[in-house]
């Protein structure tokens, strides 16, 4: 069955530094997504992305962070100078089809950042 | 923003019983989807239940949706140790984003 695959599954960074996560969508899914999950709290909406631009973005995507599909089969989070508040669980996932329409969104099996 | 709100926080219950969860949110959706999640690991997709059903059935889950009250609940029969996982419903409106409750955590004892 195919499946959103992310790497790595664990990053630890300093603090300042830039960090790119990497996540390969199901193929033909259209639709990516990014969250993030805190230690201990909820699942928090990221950003959005659908033909080559971002669709959707949360008050948590400022400025430092940007998504980008650089290929045909990746999609990445960068964050570019890491805070301690950065360390979270981020869970990439992807879908066939999206607004306005019953769709199941897939989500990979996540990266711990952990910012030092 | 809309954001599904589960209750209860966490859950104990024996093996064999039934389990129920519930979820509140805030604004007129689209669907609601319930998603499970293993302690460390990914989100795993459970069931989807559009704005227009009020129930739905897969296995041994069932899903209603009350959109007056905008609530949904999750109900789990049967309980096995392997349901053991924190489960949350998520929400989507018009946009590509969905919002997720902060989960209730099940715990089926042996």
């Known amino acids: 069955e195919p499946e959103v695959t992310q790497t790595p599954s664990h990053q630890v960074t300093q603090m300042g530094q830039e960090v790119i996560l990497r996540c390969v969508p199901i193929?033909?899914?259209?639709?990516f997504y990014w969250y993030r999950q805190i230690l201990g709290q909820k699942v928090e909406f990221l950003v959005s992305?659908?033909?080559?631009?971002?669709?959707?973005k949360s008050e948590i995507f400022d400025d430092q962070f940007s998504v980008e599909r650089p290929d045909g089969s990746n999609f990445t989070l960068k964050i570019r100078s890491t805070k301690l508040e950065d360390s979270a669980m981020y869970f990439c996932?992807?879908?066939?089809?999206?607004?306005?329409?019953?769709?199941?969104?897939?989500f990979g099996p996540g990266t711990r950042l952990t910012v030092t | 923003s809309q954001q599904g709100e589960e209750d209860p926080q966490a859950l104990s219950i024996q093996e064999g019983e039934n389990a129920t969860m519930n979820c509140s949110y805030k604004?007129?959706?689209?669907?609601l989807q319930w998603y499970r999640q293993n302690s460390g690991r990914g989100l795993v997709h459970l069931i989807l239940?559009?704005?227009?059903?009020r129930e739905k059935h897969s296995g041994r889950l069932r899903v209603t949706l009350d959109t007056s009250k905008k609530s949904s609940s999750l109900l789990i029969t049967a309980s096995r140790a392997a349901d053991t996982a924190s489960y949350f419903c998520?929400?989507?409106?018009?946009?590509?984003?969905?919002?997720f409750g902060a989960g209730t955590r099940l715990t089926v004892k042996p």
């Open positions: 996932a992807s879908s066939e089809i999206g607004t306005g329409a019953a769709y199941e969104q897939y």
């Open positions: 193929s033909n899914h259209l639709y």
């Open positions: 992305f659908y033909n080559n631009e971002i669709s959707e």
């Open positions: 604004t007129s959706i689209n669907n």
């Open positions: 239940i559009r704005s227009n059903e």
């Open positions: 998520a929400t989507d409106a018009d946009n590509n984003d969905m919002r």
